[in-house]
């Protein structure tokens, strides 16, 4: 059994190879945005989940006029491949991913094993920033199909809707509310919102080298757990960057037709009057 | 009190600097983070966890004959944000006194304009790594007494 959609994912070889074809856009999306100034993959730019990727002023990606003027100053075109990698694991990867997604980009990628495989494997990082000429991007109205908001979160989880919670253990039993060793901050409350099932993000990745798992494993992991294809689900974390990872995975490494990215996640739920939490 | 003259060299230059600036020379600052010395890598258990920190970070403060501190720092390098800034504290204050180091304001900073360049959850990581800068301080004068 192969993953159902493997377009969506190429490995460090792949990428090796077409770092110079005009077709292919790499862009370094991390939780630490320093790490490209240290050194990233030649030819590739730089997306910031927070400065580049949010919106000013309130709280929400940019708009689709910004996510226009972000794109084509990164030189791409709707006909772009789009190969994202970062570190921890990809999350920023597959958040901005996400977001491309969400404003209509079809051709995207997921470096197999991001930054980490890319730096193990010894292959060349450069400090050069790069520059392409500009395009006029134009985007698709956004995809509210993979994006959840409150309302629809709470009428899922009262009408008993299956919600993955991707956190660490002690934030889905509320003892913390960050993950362990991040500052304890965003929500007024601890829990997990009630009927999610804890899946840990972390469990869908291989710990030494960030790859992801066999299909095999990740099947038998989410549908031990009582998530099946058939399902409408949504994946929620802290602030949805974690948990888009697990969106990506089930949407399109399994093939879930229906998955959702709830970005709100816990620091909007935990802080939300009237909302039910189960600890 | 003001703050330890070579702190204060480093927050002045960074108000100056553009946002590109900021980010390269927190780069070089991350870079020219020295190693841990061996007989600290020896005895790890001595350092302390900062664990306001988003990345593991160990400091241990070393008393010099002079009555100075210099302090040791053990960040991984895939964390370069951390390392910068715990880098620049370095800079700032090796060789200051226990109680100059006391003194320094957890707002230090704010004339940086740091949030130019990293985001707030990270320069908060400034404010974890000084507390325990202080701790480290604090039992050495301690030790003294």
């Given at each position: 059994m192969s993953y159902v959609h493997p377009d969506y994912l190429v490995d460090t070889e792949w990428v090796a190879a077409y770092l110079e074809d005009p077709n292919v856009r790499i862009i370094e999306s991390d939780e630490d945005p320093l790490l490209y100034s240290m050194g990233h993959i030649p030819g590739a730019v730089q997306v910031d989940w927070f400065s580049t990727l949010q919106h000013p002023v309130r709280r929400d990606f940019l708009t689709k006029e910004q996510f226009e003027e972000v794109a084509s100053n990164l030189g791409i075109t709707p006909d772009t491949t789009v190969v994202f990698y970062g570190d921890k694991s990809n999350w920023f990867a597959c958040y901005a991913l996400w977001l491309f997604q969400y404003y209509g980009h079809q051709n995207v990628k997921i470096l197999n094993g991001g930054r980490a495989k890319w730096e193990q494997e010894g292959r060349p990082l450069v400090k050069d920033i790069p520059s392409y000429e500009k395009t006029s991007y134009r985007a698709k109205e956004p995809?509210?199909?993979?994006r959840a908001f409150r309302g629809e979160v709470l009428t899922h989880t009262t009408s008993k809707k299956p919600l993955v919670d991707v956190r660490s253990p002690k934030e889905y039993s509320g003892e913390l509310i960050s993950m362990p060793n991040y500052p304890q901050e965003g929500a007024q409350r601890g829990g997990h919102i009630p009927g999610a099932v804890s899946i840990p993000w972390s469990l869908a990745v291989h710990e030494a080298d960030s790859t992801f798992k066999t299909a095999e494993e990740l099947r038998a992991l989410y549908e031990g757990k009582g998530i099946r294809p058939e399902d409408e689900i949504i994946a929620y974390c802290r602030i949805g960057e974690r948990s888009s990872l697990t969106w990506f995975v089930l949407k399109y490494l399994l093939g879930y037709p229906n998955v959702k990215n709830y970005d709100g996640s816990w620091t909007e739920w935990g802080n939300l009057v009237d909302a039910p939490i189960e600890r | 009190m003001p703050l330890p003259p070579k702190l204060q060299e480093i927050v002045d230059d960074f108000a100056s600097m553009s946002r590109e600036e900021k980010i390269e020379t927190l780069v070089a600052y991350a870079e020219s983070l020295p190693p841990l010395p061996d007989w600290l890598r020896e005895e790890r258990e001595k350092m302390d966890p900062v664990p306001e920190c988003m990345t593991p970070v160990f400091l241990f403060g070393e008393e010099q004959p002079d009555g100075g501190v210099r302090f040791h720092f053990d960040i991984p390098p895939q964390s370069p944000t951390v390392r910068g800034l715990a880098s620049i504290l370095a800079n700032g204050l090796n060789g200051s006194k226990p109680e100059e180091i006391l003194s320094v304001?957890?707002?230090?900073?704010?004339?940086?304009?740091l949030e130019e360049a990293i985001t707030h959850q990270r320069i908060n990581g400034f404010i974890g790594v000084l507390a325990h800068m202080k701790q480290g301080a604090v039992k050495l004068l301690q030790n003294k007494s």
């Open positions: 995809d509210e199909s993979i | 304001p957890a707002d230090f900073f704010t004339p940086m304009r």
